[in-house]
């Protein structure tokens, strides 16, 4: 039963749902994703904040799933983690 789990949080999830809008989006539009990369090409200034957007959305995501897989002690989110489906967010 947690095999099929697994499968289901894998497959039906909003970040496959945006995998498959990207790539279609590259298959019927490629020329999108060529004017975006010309524009970052041609614009040295952004090439200066490229890198921190991934530093940045990590750092916000471990901040919120620390925030709601670790208890706090007699906490609000305490009733969380006794909640039989937790594993599931881990």
């Known amino acids: ?11 039906v999830s909003f970040e496959t749902l945006f995998l498959l809008i990207i790539v279609g989006i590259y298959f019927y539009n490629p020329i999108f994703f060529l ?13 200066k904040f490229i890198p921190t957007i991934p530093l940045s959305i990590c750092c916000f995501s471990i901040q919120y799933a620390w925030k709601i897989l670790m208890p706090l002690g007699s906490g609000s989110n305490r009733f969380l983690h006794e909640w039989p489906n937790y594993w599931r967010l881990n």
């Open 1 to 11: 039963m947690r095999i099929i789990e697994f499968l289901r949080i894998i497959f």
């Open 35 to 47: 004017s975006i990369g010309n524009n970052i090409q041609t614009n040295n200034e952004i090439l």
